[in-house]
């Protein structure tokens, strides 16, 4: 009895500086946001017999990056978004109304050897400044894909950069 006491106080000792020097090795950092906005949608087309809907929304996120290695990171992001006086929260694109994952993706840096960042995992997508792709940040959800991202950038004097991306195509919930 006193040997097994002694045994699993010595494992839980270990164990501890084991998770310490584990979660140092990572570097953790963690933030977050919180957004209000109202809304007001008057439905247009000289539609007098509709009124106003007004609507004030909040959105709240928290990040965690964890810097694995110099070649190595990953990023998680929950978020709740919720409307004012409603019981329910809003669904995204995703059609989760609760607080959920909104990315959720690792990065690896020197691709196979190569001077190729990979990205994988549920993200934001941004090509050129939201011209080409982007996430809709204009709205409280943000649009997120499941998606591996190849992004090749070479030491060429007019910063040439080329990206590959596949999306999942999941089938649609609703």
Known sequence: MKRNLITGIAMMVAAFFIGTELAQAADLSFSGSIRTRYESNDHGNGDVLRSAADSTGTQVRLNTKAKISDSASAFVQLQGVQTWGNDTSA???????????????????????????????????????????????????????????????????????????????????G
């Open 91 to 173: 669904t995204g694109n995703d059609n989760d109304a609760s607080i959920g994952v909104h990315q959720a993706y690792f990065t690896l840096k020197n691709f196979a050897g190569q001077p190729v960042t990979a990205k994988v995992g549920r993200q934001e997508i941004v090509l050129d400044g939201h011209r080409l792709f982007g996430h809709t940040g204009w709205s409280n959800f943000a649009h997120t894909h499941d998606a591996i991202r190849l992004t090749h950038a070479h030491d060429y004097d007019d910063g040439l950069r080329l990206q590959h991306g596949y999306r999942a195509n999941w089938p649609d919930n």
